[in-house]
């Protein structure tokens, strides 16, 4: 009951709100409402990262840590928009998303996400999750078009490797 009211509170007043470490995110869609809450801005500072970077599954982080030390070597960023919507500006999009879990399973699921934002865009997503460590993190992003974020970071980590610097995607 605690960590229900917790939860309550916590979507009751976004501006001055932090994410508690015990707070329950058992299932993909709460997980995934909590973390496109921080990226709209409304569970604290916007100097800050955003909290989905640090719920990346295992092997995504693994990608990403590599992605982000070639970057600082080089001072340029490889992709050029937040990913967990595909936009620039992710303190404009209103929130809560529609969230429709698909093929949910004790270990995995798929997760499409319509996201609108305030100048009335729209994206259509899909988040690929995979329970890991009592919690789901997420494995992968799709995009409308069929562009994978795992796909873009592992073409990063190409061009800086073959020294072409940052894409820009």
Excluded at 10 to 22: F, Q, S
Excluded at 119 to 142: H, P
Aim: neutral net charge; hydrophobic residues 45%; charged residues 25%.
């Amino acid at each position: 009951m605690r960590r229900m009211l917790m939860a309550m509170a916590l979507l009751a007043t976004p501006a001055m709100a932090r994410v508690p470490e015990d707070l329950p995110m058992a299932t993909p869609a709460q997980t995934l409402n909590v973390l496109y809450l921080d990226l709209a801005g409304l569970l604290g500072p916007r100097d800050r990262a955003p909290l989905w970077t640090g719920y990346l599954s295992q092997r995504l982080t693994a990608l990403y840590d590599r992605m982000t030390a070639l970057e600082a070597t080089d001072g340029r960023r490889s992709l050029s928009r937040e990913w967990l919507c595909l936009c620039d500006d992710p303190h404009h999009l209103k929130v809560p998303p529609l969230l429709v879990v698909e093929n949910a399973g004790t270990d995995s699921a798929e997760v499409r996400v319509r996201l609108i934002g305030a100048a009335g865009w729209s994206r259509r997503l899909r988040v690929y999750m995979v329970r890991e460590d009592a919690g789901w993190r997420i494995d992968d992003i799709a995009g409308e078009e069929g562009q994978r974020f795992s796909e873009a970071m592992a073409r990063a980590v190409d061009a800086h490797v073959r020294g072409r610097g940052a894409l820009g995607l």
